[in-house]
Nanobody, 125 residues
Framework: QVQVVESGGGSVQAGGSLRLSCSAP????????VAWFRQASGKEREGVAV??????TTSYSDSVKGRFTVSRDKNMVYLQMNSLKPEDTAMYYC????????????????????WGQGTQVTVSS
């Protein structure tokens, strides 16, 4: 059973920073990609950042590119969020996949089977 656990959410003012942490298995456990998704109230869940287990390849959604950074250290995956905006307010989820994916698929929620419980991020103006 693959366990994924997030931590690190909270409340911050616009322009501030937060770092989210995710405990997830690595390549040795068959995990190929670990991604961060977010879901704002009344909206679809969207992928924001992903990192490959085997080689460190990363990808970002246009909405966070240049502000968020995803990184990995052994079985921990981090999401450093800088220059936060009120529109970044959402529940953030970490997810892991065993699929081999083309780059265009790596931020698609349908490709991830293992999900954490989520951590809330609230950005006030």
């Amino acid at each position: 059973q693959v366990q994924v656990v997030e931590s690190g959410g909270g409340s911050v003012q616009a322009g501030g920073s937060l770092r989210l942490s995710c405990s997830a298995p690595g390549y040795a456990s068959g995990i190929t990609w670990v991604a961060w998704f977010r879901q704002a109230s009344g909206k679809e869940r969207e992928g924001v950042a992903v990192i490959a287990s085997g080689g460190g390849t990363t990808s970002y959604s246009d909405s966070v590119k240049g502000r968020f950074t995803v990184s990995r250290d052994k079985n921990m995956v981090y999401l450093q969020m800088n220059s936060l905006k009120p529109e970044d307010t959402a529940m953030y989820y970490c997810a892991a996949s065993r699929y081999l994916m083309a780059p265009i698929e790596t931020l698609s929620k349908d490709r991830y089977r293992y999900w954490g419980q989520g951590t809330q991020v609230t950005v006030s103006s």
